[in-house]
């Protein structure tokens, strides 16, 4: 069964520092690029950061930039989000997803998902 799944959310103050893990079993991750998405409630899914099947390419949404990394070790078919200076407006549930090998803008490219994790920021 091929599954994505992730870990690492939590309730958090502002200022502070999480690391979201997407596990992959089931299929080889490194032959596929992972997107993490989050959702907030009543907001649309938004892309958050993307890294390509070797990692030699990484983006990130305006928002997160500077303040997020995405990195993969696809010996552990492990892909994570290292989340710094984190803020009320991170809140949301997190959610990793996979393609064949590169990037893409276009949500509906992405075809296998994981259930997501909460991530809440506050004080």
């Known amino acids: 069964q091929l599954q994505l799944v992730e870990s690492g959310g939590g309730l958090v103050q502002p200022g502070g520092s999480l690391r979201l893990s997407c596990a992959a079993s089931g299929f080889t991750l490194g032959n596929y690029a992972i997107a993490w998405y989050r959702q907030a409630p009543g907001k649309e899914r938004e892309e958050v950061s993307c890294i390509s099947f070797t990692g030699e390419y990484t983006d990130y949404a305006d928002s997160v930039k500077g303040r997020f990394t995405i990195s993969r070790v696809n010996a552990k078919s492990t892909v994570y989000l290292q989340m710094n200076s984190l803020e009320p407006e991170d809140t949301a549930v997190y959610y990793c997803?996979?393609?064949?090998?590169?990037?893409?803008?276009?949500?509906?490219?992405?075809?296998?998902w994981g259930q997501g994790t909460q991530v809440t920021v506050s004080s």
């Open positions: 997803t996979a393609r064949a090998r590169y990037c893409s803008n276009y949500v509906n490219d992405y075809i296998y």
